[in-house]
Structure formats: structure tokens, C-alpha cells
């Protein structure tokens, strides 16, 4: 009976550890949507962060990311980004986005590949800037993460759905400035044209700007003296593919804060 029940022993730990040894490589592996290692945010604040992003990732399909270290260490953000992102295993994603942020140079740095480099235009990277870099500047880096994975989420979701954001052209304050300017533009123009005038005065009657004599017309024909003649080559069909998928489509935006 003793021997029984150690081999049942044995192999219930057995089953155990088989069970256990998948689910500790996948947490090894798991994606890295967000890394505090400068410990920005306390841990209830983080796991709201990590959720958000974790949430918009998988909804589009499209990795969306934060990342802080506590120094450069003597890189370039822009490189230690892009190796941030190519380490945090975001497999069978169609792009991603990668924020990184280092506290002791104070810089910051968004790292954009694949549809998030197509979605994640300069108008909407604008946005991102002016709305999160005074949030890290201030301090208040949970509303800074916040802002940032808000805002990826719907310039992404708007390229998703085929319409990348453009920025909005302000219409109304460009037609005043160009009425403005065409008004001061035309009369200084009619006042030059009006000062060159001053000696002419009008006169009521044509035959006063004649010679008596100097209009007598005895005979008139029309000649053909030459033409010219511009042709143009006929163009040719073409077909053209737009920009392809793949590796690449990197880039990125970031400064100080």
C-alpha cells in the first residue's frame, strides 16, 4: 500500500509540474504592453495602464505599448525603443506602438512599425504630444499614460476603419487672413496705379486724342504669316500598386519634457 501511494504521489506532482511548466513559458512570453521600470505609477494606477493597453492591442490588433527606464545609459532613445519593442514579444501583430520614456535625461520617444506607422500620422502624433508631454512635464504621468493610450486608441481605430486622421484645417480663420491680406495687397496696388495718373486728366470728346488727318484708311487685307503648331505624346496606360505591407514602416516622434 506504501509503495502505491508514492507512485500516486509521484504522479500527481508529476501532472502538476506538466500543467505548471506551459503556463510559466507563456507568462515568460507574454507581451510586454507596459515596463515601469522607473516605478512611475503605484500599482493600482499600473494595472489600470497595462489593462487599457492590453485592451486596445488585442481589439485592433495593432500593439500598443508603454515602456520607462530609469536612465539611457548612454544610447539614443530612438534605438532603445525600437529594441524595446523587437524584445517585448508582440507577435502576429499587424503593427505597433511603443512609448518610452526616460526619466533621468528626461526625454521621451513614440516608436511606431507597420499599421501603426500608417494610422499614427504627424497630425495625429501632434496631438499626442501637446496633450501628453505637459502632463510628463507636470508630473502626472498615470493622466500622461492615460492621454497617450487614449488617443492611440482612436487614431488607430480611425485608421482601422479606413480615414487616418489629417488634422482639422481651420477654415474660417484662413479665409479672414486671406481677405485681409488681398485687401491690403489691392490697395496698395490701385494707390501705386493712381499716383503714376496724376497728370492725365479726362477728356469728354474722342477726337481730341487724335491727329486731324492721321486716321485716313485707303486700304486693308488680312495676312496669314505663320502658325505653330505644339503636339503632345498620347500617355500611355500604367498601373500602379499603392504601398505595400511588411517590414520597413518604421518610425517615430519624441523630445523633451
Same mark, same amino acid.
Given at each position: 500500500?506504501?509503495?502505491?501511494?508514492?507512485?500516486?504521489?509521484?504522479?500527481?506532482?508529476?501532472?502538476?509540474?506538466?500543467?505548471?511548466?506551459?503556463?510559466?513559458?507563456?507568462?515568460?512570453?507574454?507581451? @510586454?504592453?507596459?515596463?515601469?521600470?522607473?516605478?512611475?505609477?503605484?500599482?493600482?494606477? $499600473? #494595472?489600470?495602464? /497595462?489593462?487599457? %493597453? +492590453? !485592451?486596445?492591442?488585442?481589439?485592433?490588433?495593432?500593439?500598443?505599448?508603454?515602456?520607462?527606464?530609469?536612465?539611457?545609459?548612454?544610447?539614443?532613445?530612438?534605438?532603445?525603443?525600437?529594441?524595446?519593442?523587437?524584445?517585448?514579444?508582440?507577435?502576429?501583430?499587424?503593427?505597433?506602438?511603443?512609448?518610452?520614456?526616460?526619466?533621468?535625461?528626461?526625454?521621451?520617444?513614440?516608436?511606431?512599425?507597420?499599421?501603426?506607422?500608417?494610422?499614427?500620422?504627424?497630425?495625429?502624433?501632434?496631438?499626442?504630444? @501637446?496633450?501628453?508631454?505637459?502632463?510628463?512635464?507636470?508630473?502626472?504621468?498615470?493622466? $500622461? #499614460?492615460?492621454? /497617450?493610450?487614449? %488617443? +492611440? !486608441?482612436?487614431?488607430?481605430?480611425?485608421?482601422?476603419?479606413?480615414?487616418?486622421?489629417?488634422?482639422?484645417?481651420?477654415?474660417?480663420?484662413?479665409?479672414?487672413?486671406?481677405?485681409?491680406?488681398?485687401?491690403?495687397?489691392?490697395?496698395?496696388?490701385?494707390?501705386?496705379?493712381?499716383?503714376?495718373?496724376?497728370?492725365?486728366?479726362?477728356?469728354?470728346?474722342?477726337?481730341?486724342?487724335?491727329?486731324?488727318?492721321?486716321?485716313?484708311?485707303?486700304?486693308?487685307?488680312?495676312?496669314?504669316?505663320?502658325?505653330?503648331?505644339?503636339?503632345?505624346?498620347?500617355?500611355?496606360?500604367?498601373?500602379?500598386?499603392?504601398?505595400?505591407?511588411?517590414?520597413?514602416?518604421?518610425?517615430?516622434?519624441?523630445?523633451?519634457?
Amino acid at each position: 500500500m506504501k509503495n502505491i501511494a508514492k507512485k500516486l504521489f509521484c504522479l500527481t506532482v508529476a501532472l502538476l509540474l506538466a500543467m505548471a511548466l506551459p503556463l510559466a513559458a507563456t507568462a515568460e512570453h507574454a507581451p @510586454d504592453y507596459f515596463s515601469d521600470e522607473a516605478i512611475l505609477l503605484k500599482d493600482t494606477n $499600473a #494595472f489600470q495602464v /497595462y489593462h487599457s %493597453l +492590453c !485592451d486596445i492591442s488585442n481589439r485592433l490588433n495593432i500593439a500598443v505599448a508603454i515602456h520607462t527606464v530609469n536612465s539611457l545609459d548612454g544610447a539614443v532613445i530612438e534605438n532603445l525603443a525600437k529594441h524595446h519593442y523587437e524584445n517585448a514579444y508582440f507577435y502576429g501583430y499587424t503593427g505597433g506602438v511603443l512609448l518610452l520614456v526616460a526619466m533621468e535625461e528626461r526625454e521621451w520617444y513614440i516608436y511606431t512599425t507597420g499599421d501603426a506607422y500608417d494610422y499614427l500620422t504627424d497630425a495625429a502624433l501632434d496631438d499626442i504630444e @501637446d496633450t501628453m508631454v505637459p502632463l510628463l512635464s507636470e508630473g502626472d504621468y498615470f493622466q $500622461a #499614460f492615460r492621454a /497617450y493610450a487614449d %488617443l +492611440c !486608441d482612436k487614431y488607430l481605430t480611425m485608421g482601422r476603419e479606413g480615414t487616418p486622421y489629417r488634422g482639422s484645417f481651420p477654415w474660417g480663420q484662413n479665409i479672414v487672413i486671406a481677405l485681409i491680406v488681398g485687401a491690403v495687397v489691392g490697395l496698395i496696388v490701385v494707390s501705386s496705379m493712381k499716383a503714376q495718373l496724376k497728370s492725365v486728366r479726362p477728356r469728354r470728346e474722342a477726337h481730341e486724342y487724335t491727329r486731324p488727318g492721321s486716321m485716313n484708311v485707303t486700304r486693308s487685307r488680312d495676312l496669314f504669316l505663320y502658325r505653330t503648331v505644339h503636339r503632345r505624346p498620347k500617355p500611355k496606360d500604367s498601373s500602379s500598386g499603392g504601398r505595400s505591407g511588411g517590414g520597413g514602416r518604421s518610425g517615430g516622434r519624441g523630445g523633451r519634457f
